[in-house]
């Protein structure tokens, strides 16, 4: 069953905090397809689209992240920033695995648990490592 964690900042009113709450709890995820698996202890942060396929499998502990903030340090204390994340069909995602922002997963890759998927990843493939490259090919 899915849940959601929300942490906020402190010195927040209440009726702040209740609209941040509700401003971040309208999506968890946009596109969901079919047969999808989460194991447990997974995370989406999700203030753009995350597109998810038909039949991919969520390995325990895995992260999944459309958020981000700035560089700069003083426009990190006021503003958030994204990029929509897809995964493709028939995808593995390993545990521990990170996808960062902008990511689009290729339908029928595999993807090694602890890896940080930093760039797009071609379908047919296996990666794995920090950043994720390609270690070999499958079938796309």
Request: hydrophobic share 40%.
């Amino acid at each position: 069953m899915p849940y959601i964690n929300v942490q906020i900042i402190s010195g927040e009113s209440r009726e702040q905090k209740r609209e941040l709450v509700k401003q971040m709890t309208c999506t968890l995820v946009d596109v969901l397809g079919k047969k999808v698996y989460f194991n447990f202890d997974c995370v989406i942060l999700d203030i753009c689209e995350v597109r998810i396929g038909d039949f991919v499998f969520i390995a325990p502990g895995v992260h999944i992240y459309a958020a981000t903030h700035p560089r700069e340090s003083d426009l990190r204390r006021t503003q958030e920033i994204g990029k929509p994340v897809t995964i493709g069909n028939d995808v593995w995602i390993g545990g521990k695995a990170i996808i960062c922002t902008g990511v689009t997963i290729g339908d029928r890759s595999v993807n090694g648990a602890g890896s940080i998927v930093t760039k797009g990843v071609p379908c047919g493939v296996v990666v794995a490592g920090n950043p994720a490259k390609v270690i070999r090919e499958t079938s796309c």
